[in-house]
């Protein structure tokens, strides 16, 4: 006698396929076109002739604090969160 196999394999089975397909999509999109992606906004490489001009300066310290920000609320919150309970589990309130 032989055994059927399992919808739950099937679809599971299709579901891989069909992921595995879109990572390769992927891949293939972003490795065929890095120059069109690394191109970011196209007001930075007209506005900013030279990297000693001070526009280019302020530009480079706006976005370094752009990306500082989430970070530092992140850790924050991660920090906040370690400390609760490492000192619950010193007091023995852990819940």
């Known amino acids: 006698m032989t055994s059927r196999p399992s919808p739950?394999?099937?679809?599971a089975s299709r579901a891989?396929?069909?992921?595995?397909v879109a990572a390769v999509a992927c891949a293939v999109f972003f490795l065929a076109a890095p120059d069109v992606l690394a191109q970011g906004?196209?007001?930075?490489?007209?506005?900013?002739?030279?990297?000693?001009d001070p526009l280019a300066r302020g530009m480079f310290v706006s976005i370094v604090i752009m990306l500082a920000v989430p970070n530092l609320l992140l850790a924050s919150i991660g920090g906040w969160l370690y400390y609760t309970?490492?000192?619950a589990a010193l007091t023995g309130e852990r819940t």
């Open 16 to 20: 891989a396929k069909i992921g595995s």
């Open 41 to 52: 906004c196209a007001m930075c490489g007209t506005a900013v002739t030279s990297s000693k």
């Open 8 to 11: 739950f394999r099937a679809i």
């Open 85 to 87: 309970y490492r000192r």
